[in-house]
C-alpha cells in the first residue's frame, strides 16, 4: 500500500509564498486523478486543487489563481501557493480523488497563515 507523505508547511504572514511536497511511497502514485485537500479548524476536509490523469487541473474557487498544482515523476506531488490569506490555514493533504477506503491519509502538513 502506498504511503502519503506531506511536507512544507509553516508559518507565514500574509501575503506570502510555501510549496508543500507530497512523497509517495514505493512505487508512487497509480494512475487516476490525485489532488490536494485541507482541513480547516473545525471544518470538513475538502479539496482544493486537482490534478486529473489526462492533465488538466481545477481548483477550489478560493484559491484559484493563487495556487499551482503540479507533479514532479511518479512519486511527489507539488502544490505551490501565493497570496496566501489567513484564511488559507489548515492541515494540508494529498490523496487520489476520489479516494478508494484504502487510500489512507498521510500526517497531513500545518500552514498557519498569519496577518
Known amino acids: 500500500q502506498v504511503q502519503l507523505v506531506e511536507s512544507g508547511g509553516g508559518l507565514v504572514q500574509a501575503g506570502g509564498s510555501l510549496r508543500l511536497v507530497c512523497v509517495a511511497s514505493?512505487?508512487?502514485?497509480?494512475?487516476?486523478?490525485i489532488a490536494w485537500y485541507r482541513q480547516a479548524p473545525g471544518k470538513s476536509r475538502v479539496w482544493i486543487a486537482r490534478l486529473n490523469s489526462d492533465g488538466n487541473t481545477y481548483y477550489e474557487y478560493s484559491v484559484n489563481g493563487r495556487f499551482v498544482i503540479s507533479r514532479d515523476g511518479d512519486k511527489t506531488l507539488i502544490l505551490q501557493m501565493h497570496n496566501l490569506e489567513p484564511e488559507d490555514t489548515a492541515l494540508y493533504y494529498c490523496n487520489y480523488i476520489p479516494r478508494r477506503p484504502s487510500d489512507a491519509w498521510g500526517p497531513g502538513t500545518q500552514v498557519t497563515v498569519v496577518s
Open positions: 514505493g512505487v508512487g502514485f497509480r494512475s487516476g486523478d
